[in-house]
């Protein structure tokens, strides 16, 4: 079945360092969605990308939706201390009759004051 | 806060009994999904209501079973529980069918226990 890779696995930085993480797929995606998630909550969703191509902001954060439409970017500017979590992208299946979500292998991120 | 409740919080219970997630979407989501969520299988799909019927099964076991009533609130259905079921349960919600919204809100999550 599909799969979502996610890289780096894990992430130890300063405060105020700009952050990249991609999310890979064998097949095609439409939709791109990154969500993150702290410790025991539930994951909340950060950015929607629906276009190749296409490039979103929300905030000091910044996600691409590949043009080959099997990646994802996402990247955080000057990152602070509540940035800490999982990331995690995730996308419909390509030609599926639901919106039913394959979710990546997730991108822990810890920042150090 | 996402609009997503769900209930309870914490559950611990024994191995072989029957336990019962309940699930509240946003107001104005049709459709409801459950996933779960373990350290070695990480967030899996389950299934998916939209409007009171079935939509999407997904790598759901036999002994689960869930339904979505007229108020639109679900219940997930989990029973002769075993280890291995001890798990982060997600409830998410979201407008509607596929090509309407893709766009998901997720609950706080029950985690579920088996002793």
């Known amino acids: 079945g599909q799969q979502l890779n996610q890289s780096p696995q894990s992430m130890f930085i300063q405060e105020g360092e700009d952050v990249s993480m991609n999310c890979t797929s064998s097949s095609i995606f439409n939709t791109w969605l990154w969500y993150k998630q702290d410790p025991g909550e539930g994951p909340v969703l950060l950015i929607a990308?629906?276009?190749?191509?296409e490039l979103t902001s929300n905030g000091r954060l910044t996600a691409q939706f590949g043009i080959t439409r099997k990646d994802s970017f996402l990247n955080i500017s000057a990152s602070i201390p509540s940035d800490v979590g999982i990331y995690f992208c995730a996308g419909p299946p390509e030609g599926g009759a639901t919106n039913k979500l394959i979710f990546g292998t997730g991108t822990l991120l810890a920042v150090q004051p | 806060d996402s609009g997503v409740t769900q209930t309870p919080k914490h559950l611990i219970t024994a191995t072989g009994q029957r336990v019962t997630l309940r699930c509240s979407p946003r107001?104005?989501?049709?459709?409801v999904y459950w996933y779960q969520q373990s350290l070695d299988q990480g967030l899996q799909f389950l299934i998916q209501?939209?409007?009171?019927?079935?939509?999407a099964k997904g790598n759901i076991l036999e002994r689960f079973s869930a339904q979505q009533f007229p108020d639109l609130h679900s219940e997930l259905n989990l029973s002769s529980l075993e280890l291995g079921d001890s798990a982060l349960y997600f409830c998410?919600?979201?407008?509607?069918?596929?090509?309407?919204?893709?766009?998901?809100?997720f609950g706080p999550g029950t985690r579920l226990t088996v002793t």
């Open positions: 209501y939209y409007n009171g019927e079935e939509r």
């Open positions: 107001s104005g989501d049709l459709s």
């Open positions: 990308l629906y276009k190749a191509g």
């Open positions: 998410a919600s979201s407008l509607g069918l596929a090509g309407e919204s893709y766009e998901q809100y």
